[in-house]
């Protein structure tokens, strides 16, 4: 199983960014797919989280402003970033628990860097 992240980039403050992630290889049920973010010098923290059944949970920080969704038919998950701040500049990594034909596990992305500068 691979995940494969896109989507970010420079913008500036107030702009808008979508991330996304694509998982592949012999996948039998993706439940949580979530969005992680990790700055320099800070440990990697939950931005959003959402699971099979479509409930979503955001961390405080981006509430109103981030949307993560996800298309099951195309193993992908999304984040619809808004109003982005320069404090959002990190690295972005996808995360999916998925089934497989041992069990399930956690899978990584190789994370996708967004910098909010003007």
């Known amino acids: 199983v691979q995940l494969q992240a896109s989507g970010g980039g420079l913008v500036q403050p107030g702009g808008s960014l979508r991330l996304s992630c694509a998982a592949s290889?012999?996948?039998?049920?993706?439940?949580?797919m979530g969005w992680y973010r990790q700055a320099p010098g800070i440990e990697r923290e939950l931005v959003a989280v959402?699971?099979?059944?479509?409930?979503?949970n955001y961390a405080d920080s981006v509430k109103g402003r981030f949307t993560i969704s996800r298309d099951n038919a195309k193993n992908t998950v999304y984040l619809q970033m808004n109003s982005l701040k320069p404090e959002d500049t990190a690295v972005y990594y996808c995360?999916?628990?998925?089934?497989?034909?041992?069990?399930?596990?956690?899978?990584w992305g190789q994370g996708t860097q967004v910098t909010v500068s003007s």
């Open positions: 959402i699971t099979s059944g479509g409930s979503t």
């Open positions: 290889g012999s996948i039998f049920r993706i439940n949580d």
């Open positions: 995360k999916m628990n998925i089934w497989v034909v041992w069990g399930s596990n956690d899978y």
